[in-house]
C-alpha cells in the first residue's frame, strides 16, 4: 500500500512540474519596449470589421496630451492634463498603477486597490508607436454608435 501511495505522490509530483511551464512569464522584449513615456493620442472606435466608425481625442488646448510611462517592474504612473488656453497655466493628476505583458495581451491598473482590471489585445508595438484594443462593455455601449464594437487605443512613445 505504501509503495501504491509513493507511486500516486510521485506521479502528481510529475503532472505538476510538467504543467508548470514558462508559457506565462512576460515576453521581456515586449516589457522592455514599452518601458518610457507615452503620449495618449486617440481612442479609435471599430465595427466588427475592424473599420474606424468614429474618433475621439482629448482636447487639453495648449497643455500636453495626457501621458502614460511604463516603468520596470510593472509600475505605471498616469498624468491626466487639464484643459487651459494657457501653456503656463498646465495642471495634470497623477494616478499611478501597474501593467503587465504576456504575449499580445496587455493589462492595465490604476488607482487604489491595484488589481488588474483591464486586459487589451496589443495590435501594434514599435519604438515610438504602441495600440491595443478590447471590446466594447455593455455599460459603454450607449455613447457609441449602434455597430461599434471594440475599441482601440493608440499611442505614441514621447521622445
Known sequence: MKKIFSMLALSAIAVIAVSCSDDDKPAPAEQNQLLGKWSYME???LDVNGNVVSTYSD????????TFEFKANGILQNIDYDFSDNANNCSGNTTNGIWNVTGDIFK???????DFEDSFEIKKLTADAFEFQRPLTREEAEDYELNVVALKFVFKKVK
Open 59 to 66: 482636447d487639453n488646448g495648449e497643455c500636453p496630451y495626457d
Open 43 to 45: 481612442e479609435l472606435a
Open 108 to 114: 492595465l491598473a490604476l488607482g487604489e486597490g491595484e
